[in-house]
């Protein structure tokens, strides 16, 4: 153990009292025995193995290594090569209660031992830190802290001094009110919640971070992007990575949190060591007991009963959810859905439709489908949107503008209806027949809300926004705002949404005057997102690659007409988009003559 660097980093936190000191903790707290839990990837893999399919989580991290989804460690000495990023536990959860008919509490029996885990000495610290005045901040489902306490000091935890930001099992004994869904996480924090970690930032001197990923992406990374530039200005914080290695720290912030707080004026040390050197350390300083040895403890992993057609119905809403059009397919074809429910099995055929590009018999589909039934605003979106990618703009504006104004504000309907009107007005800008007509259009579309949108289901409507204000301004749109989405989508594990901002940011990063930018360069880039989306199951994602800017400098005319005449588009889009490449495509060959 380098003693000197731990000295130093240990001194980060000096002259502040275990009462000016907030610890913030994750799951990596709970691992050592007694209390034995699983890691986050642990966990994850669990959820897999007891409510999918065989092989799920091997296709699933599969996809991941396609897309370059890599899950860097965040101690560099820790990594060889990244392996392919796991899955949100939970996208993973979400899916499983789902197919349970939403079935929290048996679902969530999984996490029994999460719920009886003795506390280990790693706990004991944080009871002995609360005992000398400090308070505690956790992401943990368990209550290892509090079960230290009064094991420890015989009394319940003071009241408020201990506080789970994704709840706990004693205040939600059946799991319906964790974090642990991303359903329950993705909108972010209620007001309240915010405001109580806000407060709880600012009344400390000091920050203590130990056992915590930093991937809170949707609540706890946003809470802090919120803060003014000076909001934690004066707050220390030591950030405690777990390293098997020898103490070091990292030339850069591994963890985007780290960065956000610096930008919110804290001043941050990360250190990436063994978690229970530094702990004694502080210890030490503060003059608490010190940390007895680690302990051994066997546990048992809870097992469920899950019948056949409750894993392929959550094989199935995970798939779905993931955008594995390829997978989806395969399901529909064998008949294992899970599910006999039509509403279901239809959006689930859209879907896979329309990323075949099979928009014609899309949009046949869904004008089978009662106009006055109780999906009737998804059929007229779909209806719509069919229209609009097949580049019969005019037609596609008209029938969504006529169905909007029946959605109720601010349902799903009305952001879906609304953000496909936006792409066709947006797409009508880019056709240099219906550009004055755009721009009339662009009058009365709302501008983009600048604050950061909060339900899933508005985060691509924000983005058509963002573009069509970027339209009226006359300026191009920040080449950073795609790849906002892309994250966005990412952290969502929407692995088609992932693809489809992808293709955003390389139309808006496009710059024909890079001397960085080759053929060689844009045609790598290209390939990438053709190949990735073909790996998904997305005929219609690969092949629109071509309609990308610089597309006429490296592919050629065939492979263009194969992606035109592949994907159902409408004859006059076909005709529109020959009129643009072939010109281009001949002075480009010109030119490297």
């Known amino acids: 153990m380098n003693v000197q660097a731990l000295t130093d980093a240990v001194q980060h936190l000096r002259g502040l009292a275990p009462r000016q000191v907030l610890l913030w903790s994750g799951a990596g707290i709970s691992v050592e025995g007694p209390a034995s839990l699983p890691t986050g990837p642990e966990l994850t893999s669990r959820v897999f193995d007891t409510f999918f399919e065989d092989g799920a989580l091997d296709r699933v991290m599969a996809c991941h290594q396609v897309l370059g ?24 959860l979400e899916a499983a209660a789902r197919a349970r008919g939403n079935a929290v509490p048996s679902t969530f029996a999984l996490l029994d031992d999460v719920r009886k885990a003795p506390p280990n000495r790693l706990h004991v610290f944080a009871a002995d830190h609360i005992a000398r005045g400090g308070r505690h901040v956790t992401a943990n489902f368990d209550t290892c802290v509090e079960k230290a306490y009064e094991e420890r000091h015989a009394r319940p935890v003071p009241h408020g001094a201990v506080h789970h930001f994704h709840g706990s099992f004693d205040d939600s004994p059946n799991g319906e009110r964790l974090g642990a869904t991303l359903g329950r996480i993705a909108s972010g924090f209620p007001d309240v919640e915010a405001e109580r970690l806000r407060q709880a930032l600012n009344a400390h001197g000091g920050l203590l971070v130990l056992g915590y990923s930093g991937s809170d992406y949707f609540d706890v990374d946003r809470l802090v992007a919120a803060l003014t530039p000076n909001g934690l200005r004066g707050l220390r914080v030591l950030w405690v990575m777990h390293s098997g290695h020898p103490l070091h720290t990292p030339a850069s912030d591994p963890v985007p949190l780290q960065r956000l707080l610096r930008e919110a004026g804290a001043e941050v040390h990360v250190l990436c060591a063994p978690t229970a050197d530094v702990v004694q350390a502080l210890a030490d300083t503060w003059g608490l007991p010190p940390l007895t040895g680690p302990e ?94 097949q580049g019969r703009l005019l037609p596609a504006w008209w029938y969504l503008r006529r169905h909007a104004a029946w959605a109720e504000p601010g349902s799903q309907d009305a952001y879906a209806l609304e953000e496909t009107l936006g792409r066709v007005v947006e797409h009508m800008h880019r056709t240099p027949d219906l550009r004055p007509f755009a721009r009339r259009l662009l009058r009365r579309i ?75 360069v844009l045609r790598e880039r290209y390939d990438e997102l053709i190949a990735a989306n073909l790996f998904l199951g997305s005929t219609a994602g690969a092949w629109r690659t071509v309609l990308l800017p610089g597309a006429h400098r490296v592919c050629r005319l065939p492979e263009y007409l194969h992606a035109l005449f592949t994907l159902q588009y409408g004859w006059w889009q076909r005709v529109r988009l020959l009129a643009w490449f072939l010109p281009r495509r001949a002075r480009h060959r010109r030119r490297r003559r």
């Open 446 to 520: 709302p501008a983009a809300d600048p604050s950061e949108p909060g339900p899933v289901a508005f985060r691509a409507l924000h983005d058509v926004r963002d573009s069509l204000d970027a339209l009226r301004r006359g300026t191009p749109r920040p080449h950073d705002h795609a790849r906002r989405s892309t994250v966005w989508f990412q952290e969502t594990n929407d692995l088609q949404g992932v693809l489809s901002y992808r293709h955003r940011s390389l139309r808006d990063g496009y710059d024909p005057a890079d001397p960085l930018l080759t053929d060689e």
């Open 296 to 389: 051994r403890r066997v546990t048992a992993v809870p097992r469920l009963s899950v019948t056949d057609d409750e894993r392929d119905r959550a094989t199935f809403l995970l798939y779905k959810s993931l955008g594995l059009h390829r997978e989806v397919r395969r399901l529909l074809r064998e008949g294992r859905t899970g599910t006999t429910d039509p509403a279901e099995l239809l959006d689930a055929r859209s879907r896979v439709l329309w990323e075949a590009g099979r928009w014609n018999t899309l949009r046949r589909m869904w004008r089978a489908v009662p106009a006055d039934g109780p999906h009737a605003l998804t059929r007229a979106e779909r209806i719509g949107a069919s229209l609009w990618v």
């Open 69 to 92: 989804l890599r899950g860097a460690s965040p101690c560099p000495v820790e990594a060889g090569l990244p392996g392919a990023r796991p899955p949100r536990l939970e996208t993973a």
